[in-house]
């Protein structure tokens, strides 16, 4: 049996003026670099959808001693991206966030063609090909990204190319436009053919233009030039027979994490929704359920998605060595799970990194964590988890929103 061991909780930056809901320091993600450096980024000030595409302003902390201790790191764009994902080809391959396009800088959009309302705040759904006559490149099918080729140190911007036919466009409830991006937390795969897939948020509209879902859903993008150029390979749509009538806050499926197993398929983890500050749920009105489904033919074709856990956001998964893999997620608090085997069917029991007690499990639970997480795998069954944790002290002694870190030992057969 597998079992997961945790180290002890390791301080990485703290704050005690950041406000507890939605504030800055949360939201880590954590790398190990080619030089054997731990780098951990997280977002200082972001409290809104608006700040997107300023990744830069996010601080990077580095550890040289496998995180015990941590200091803020010299040229933080740079040392993170190079230690961006390595591509089969020996090339280290980053996307970039898109800007947002704000409300007071868009023309007027075209109708909203009939039955395009998303459930989740109402949001309407456009095509790019919809908006290309009043936006034209600013809604391009092209994501950003930097690349540094095998073999060389200049960090390069790109432009990738999508091919998607109805590649879809979300104009928010506020008024700005949301495009798809790769998100910034979830990491790409490689296929065992050594293509590169990612899922990604974005609803589903079909060749007549209707809605094939009314909730968010998760699109997977396959690469086969190492991320030079992606294009569209199928959908995992979200039903509303999915969640129980009485969960609350229901999104779909806005977080995939992908996982290319042993046995020769792909598993999915999903999340469908969330607990709200905004939205208080209750034993009797549940946060949605996290949901599995399987590809068997190269992710063209999905299973039904199934029941995975009771709640979960951020599902980050990493396949150690032997093809277990490891998953991260939370809200309430934070926890971990392990396969027991390598077709990924059976699971560890959730071992808590921060637990939220019951009477504060739906009204409170922001006062304990952000919830989303981070995972870079160190050794054959090694990682470490980076995380917030709101419930810790500065040495003043005032309440202190903490960026954490805790190595993970993976034990048993």
Known sequence: MKTIKLGDPVTVAQDTEEPILFGGYQDPTIRLGADGRLLVRFNARRDNWLTFGEEEKNPVYCSADGGAHWETCEDPQDTWLRAGTRLPNGDIFCFREHSVLRKETLPQLPPLPEGRKLLTAGMSVYTVDELKPCLGDRVAKEFKAYRIKAGTEEIVEETCPVIWENMPVVLHYDGFLIRVFPHPSLSMKVD????????????AVDDKGNLLSFRRCTALLCSKDMGHTWEYVSHILYRESFNPPTAVDVEGFMECSLEF?????????????SLSPFVIGDDAHPAPIMMQTRSRDGCKTWEKPT??????????TRMLADGTVLMASGRPGVYLRVSQDLSAKEWSD???????????FYAKYYEYSCCNTGIAVTGPNTAMIAYSDFTKTAPDGKRAKSIMVRKITVEGE
């Not at 029941?307 to 980050?316: A, E, Q, R, T």
């Open 350 to 360: 959730a071992v808590p990194v921060v637990e939220v007690p019951k009477e504060d």
């Open 261 to 273: 197993l042993k046995d020769g398929s792909c598993l999915a983890i999903l999340r469908s929704g």
């Open 192 to 203: 065992p053919q050594g293509n590169l897939w990612m899922p990604v948020d974005a609803p």
């Open 307 to 316: 029941y995975f856990y009771d709640y979960g956001v951020m599902p980050v």
